[in-house]
């Protein structure tokens, strides 16, 4: 990427974190109102002469379509660009078109980016959120919107593209679904004291761990007998006994609707970025 497409890039994220504003997943599937050939002529008709066609990038602007610092963005943060431009750019604001059309063109970007399938929610995000935080106990491990533990992911990032089915067999079998860094780590010492959590640190002689009382445990290796990393899940593994099927549903479209709503936090940029 050129300098001044990075520099330009970068600010799309730096000036829209923080706006005001929802879109959630289940509105993205209103997104096109007019349907896709109205957003794709909207796009042609606004974006394409300095974007591009394809929308990676052209002589005036920087790729939108497979740059990474474009795809997470959320899209109520894409609106808000398109809707007042980027001060300080040559990017201008298209709010005059209204915002039926607006979403047009986020949609057409979307399907751009390949994020053309619309995510059709499978339950009642509202309920869900209340099993977050209360049946299911999700949020005993994991943050959501600020609110939560932090012994797990923050499920606030998590994608908004990520398919229901998906979701849904994380949280039914996480034993089978979750890769071997996000389950748990045992560590037995010399003296036959076991402790099982998430692996926060490793070196070729020492380990740290969090366990599920939040509390942080450093070892140095010469002190275990044993370390067991990825052989069992920090997840329940019960909640098909726990939760009903419609339970279940609206779980899955609470992670959905949050992981729409908010913005992707920047990734650290490298100096390759410039070149």
């Given at each position: 990427?050129?300098?001044?497409?990075?520099?330009?890039?970068?600010?799309?994220?730096?000036?829209?974190l923080?706006?005001?504003?929802?879109?959630?997943?289940?509105?993205?599937?209103?997104?096109?109102?007019?349907?896709?050939?109205?957003?794709?002529?909207?796009?042609?008709?606004?974006?394409?002469?300095?974007?591009?066609?394809?929308?990676?990038?052209?002589?005036?602007?920087?790729?939108?379509?497979?740059?990474?610092?474009?795809?997470?963005?959320?899209?109520?943060?894409?609106?808000?660009?398109?809707?007042?431009?980027?001060?300080?750019?040559?990017?201008?604001?298209?709010?005059?078109?209204g915002?039926?059309?607006?979403?047009?063109?986020?949609?057409?970007?979307?399907?751009?980016?390949?994020?053309?399938?619309?995510?059709?929610?499978?339950?009642?995000?509202?309920?869900g959120?209340?099993?977050?935080?209360?049946?299911?106990?999700?949020?005993?491990?994991?943050?959501?919107?600020?609110?939560g533990?932090?012994?797990?992911?923050?499920?606030?990032?998590?994608?908004?593209?990520?398919?229901?089915?998906?979701?849904?067999?994380?949280?039914?079998?996480?034993?089978?679904?979750?890769?071997?860094?996000?389950?748990?780590?045992?560590?037995?010492?010399?003296?036959?004291?076991?402790?099982?959590?998430?692996?926060?640190?490793?070196?070729?002689?020492?380990?740290?761990?969090?366990?599920?009382?939040?509390?942080?445990?450093?070892?140095?290796?010469?002190?275990?007998?044993?370390?067991?990393?990825?052989?069992?899940?920090l997840?329940?593994?019960?909640?098909?006994?726990?939760?009903?099927?419609?339970?279940?549903?609206?779980?899955?479209?609470?992670?959905?609707?949050?992981?729409?709503?908010?913005?992707?936090?920047?990734e650290?940029?490298?100096?390759?970025?410039?070149?």
């Amino acid at each position: 990427m050129c300098r001044r497409c990075g520099v330009i890039a970068r600010l799309c994220i730096l000036l829209t974190l923080g706006i005001p504003g929802a879109f959630t997943a289940q509105d993205r599937s209103s997104a096109n109102p007019g349907g896709k050939s109205q957003g794709a002529a909207l796009f042609a008709s606004n974006c394409a002469v300095c974007h591009g066609a394809d929308g990676r990038g052209g002589e005036h602007a920087p790729d939108i379509a497979t740059a990474s610092d474009a795809q997470r963005l959320a899209d109520r943060n894409l609106i808000e660009i398109v809707r007042n431009g980027i001060s300080g750019t040559g990017m201008p604001g298209f709010d005059w078109l209204g915002q039926e059309k607006i979403l047009g063109i986020v949609a057409c970007l979307r399907t751009l980016q390949g994020k053309n399938s619309p995510v059709t929610l499978p339950g009642n995000a509202e309920h869900g959120k209340k099993l977050f935080f209360g049946k299911a106990q999700c949020y005993e491990c994991h943050m959501a919107q600020g609110k939560g533990g932090f012994i797990a992911s923050d499920l606030s990032y998590s994608d908004s593209n990520t398919s229901a089915d998906r979701l849904r067999q994380v949280i039914l079998d996480p034993v089978n679904s979750l890769p071997a860094q996000k389950k748990a780590v045992t560590v037995t010492t010399t003296d036959g004291q076991k402790y099982a959590g998430a692996l926060r640190a490793q070196d070729n002689f020492s380990i740290s761990i969090q366990t599920m009382d939040s509390a942080f445990h450093y070892f140095p290796k010469s002190q275990l007998a044993s370390v067991e990393i990825g052989t069992r899940s920090l997840m329940p593994d019960d909640y098909r006994l726990r939760l009903s099927d419609s339970e279940v549903n609206d779980l899955v479209s609470y992670l959905i609707r949050i992981g729409a709503q908010s913005p992707k936090p920047d990734e650290p940029s490298s100096d390759d970025d410039d070149e």
